[in-house]
Each structure stands twice: as structure tokens, then as C-alpha cells.
């Protein structure tokens, strides 16, 4: 049934994608072409459709993945002491006055980034882990550093100032390599994966359960709990475009560039609803 629906939700996902614009800010963003759509199911289900060999830039859809990886291999009390774990409706890119609510802000990831010695630990962990194939994007990279007006800057020094973290041009440049790792809607799929009940190894069950409940209170900026009253599903989106939720058996992942006014995926929330709509 889902397989024979989909592809009429995507004709009808692009239509929606209409009302969104592309985010102006990073040069390379701002040209993207705004009706591409891209989808990806792993789990019970393996279905994909759209534009599925198109790569873009994991941007905030990395951030429960970073959270996953640091719990994993630091641990809870380490990673924690960065960072709280707290519903917030602040924009993702405020300036903390204080500890950040949660690692899915940008000054929450900023400062748990600064835990890694570069990017290249999670990318490989991540492609091992899942059978992914993330590369860094080294001209969105580029791109990202050409913004003259750089909030993730201030972020990164008043992250300092309150003493979270030592480094801020390191935290900084790690976070925006992660950030730029790319790839397309089945590499998206594969690491979300990871999240699914099933796969969960119950060693690693509580880091796991941490990770989901920071995505259903705080992944889909200040629309998250809205999100969470109407869908119901942990989940992360990015301002590339991607967008990702986790159902107990199965990830999806989708892509499409033109974002609502918070910065989600217009066509991505409208696939994610039809999809959980149909759900058993």
C-alpha cells in the first residue's frame, strides 16, 4: 500500500514545496534547485523514490547522530556536563546565556563538538555502523566559511565565556566538517537506522532512548512540539533540506530544499505525515 501511494505523494509533496523558500545565508544553499524531492524507507519497508542519487549536506540532521556517537563512546556524564537535555522554543542558532537546553541548538552541538578530535571519527563511525557512504563536502564547507556574518562565531565564543568549552575555533571548524558531511536520501536512510528498536543493541538501549527523546522534544526547531502533538515521531530536520524520522521499524529520510519559515522541509513534513498517517 505504501509503495503504490508513493509516488502520488511525491507529485503532490513538490506542489507543497512550493510554499517554501531556500535559505539565503550560505551561498551554495541558495542555490539548490527548490522542486527536488527525494525519499528513502529502510526497515520493514525498503522504498525509494525522487531524486535518490542526489547528495546535499547532512547540516542539523548530523546532530542526533553526533549526540549518539558521544554517548557511545564518552559516555552520558561527560557529554552532559556541555549540554542539557531540555524542550526549548528558542531559534536553533541562539546565543546561549547560559549551559545550552539541548544538543540539537547549534550552540548545544558546537559545544558537544568540541568533544571530537575532528570529523573524520564520526564519518567513518557512521559509514562502518550503517554501510553509509558520507563524504565531506568540501565546496559547501567552503561555502559555509564565506558567510561574512558568522552567528555559529558568537556561538563559539560565549561558549568560552561561560567556560563549556576551551576552544572555540576548533569546536567551531568541527562542527561545521560534520555539518558538511554529504550524502544522499539512502545514506540518510542507513543512518537512521541506527535508531530503530530493532537494531539497537540493549547494552547501548539507554544512550540510544536519550538520543530519540531529544529528537521527539527538540529536532524540529521551534515547530517541535507541534511536531511531536501531530505526528508524534522523533525526528530531525536540517536547513539543506533533509529531513529524517524514526518509526520503531523503520527510517525515513527525505529531500527537498525549499524550507517553512522556522527552517523545516515543506515537502519533508508533508511526506513524514501522509507516511505516519498510513501507519498501522
Known amino acids: 500500500m505504501l509503495e503504490n501511494n508513493l509516488q502520488q505523494w511525491l507529485k503532490l509533496a513538490q506542489i507543497e514545496s512550493a510554499k517554501g523558500k531556500l535559505p539565503s545565508y550560505i551561498p551554495l544553499l541558495a542555490n ?43 559516555g552520558s556524564d561527560l557529554v552532559f556536563k556541555l ?11 541562539v546565543i546561549p546565556q547560559g549551559k545550552p537546553p539541548n544538543p540539537m541548538l547549534n550552540c548545544g552541538a558546537i559545544a558537544i ?12 563511525w557512521l559509514n562502518q555502523r550503517s ?37 572555540p575555533d576548533q569546536a567551531l571548524a568541527t562542527y561545521e566538517e560534520i555539518c558538511c558531511l554529504r550524502g544522499n536520501v539512502e545514506d540518510l536512510a542507513k543512518i537512521g537506522t541506527l535508531l530503530i528498536s530493532s537494531n539497537i543493541n540493549q547494552s547501548l538501549a539507554k544512550q540510544h532512548s536519550l538520543v530519540l527523546e531529544i529528537m521527539a522534544k527538540c529536532g524540529i526547531y521551534e515547530s517541535s512540539a507541534k511536531f511531536a502533538q501531530d505526528i508524534g515521531l522523533p525526528a530531525k530536520s536540517s536547513i ?41
Open 32 to 74: 539548490a534547485n527548490p522542486q527536488t524531492i527525494a525519499i528513502a524507507i529502510l526497515g520493514n519497508n525498503q522504498i525509494a523514490g525522487g531524486d535518490i542519487h542526489l547528495q546535499f549536506p547532512l547540516m542539523s540532521v548530523v546532530k542526533p547522530f553526533l549526540l549518539l556517537y558521544l554517548l557511545e563512546t564518552l
Open 83 to 93: 549540554v542539557d537535555r531540555q524542550a526549548s522554543d528558542l531559534p536553533f542558532n
Open 113 to 124: 563538538a568540541s568533544l571530537l578530535d575532528s570529523y573524520i571519527s564520526l564519518q567513518i
Open 131 to 167: 554501510g553509509a557512504n558520507l563524504t565531506l563536502d568540501l565546496a559547501m564547507l567552503e561555502s559555509v566559511r564565506s558567510v561574512n556574518n558568522r552567528r555559529n562565531l558568537a556561538i563559539a565564543a560565549q561558549l568560552q565565556n561561560l567556560g563549556l568549552i576551551a576552544n
Open 240 to 280: 539543506s533540506g533533509a529531513l529524517l524520522a524514526i518509526m520503531p521499524h523503520q527510517a525515513i529520510a527525505c529531500y527537498s530544499p525549499a524550507l517553512d519559515a522556522i527552517g523545516n522541509s515543506v515537502a519533508g513534513l508533508f511526506l513524514i505525515q501522509k507516511i505516519k498517517n498510513q501507519a498501522p
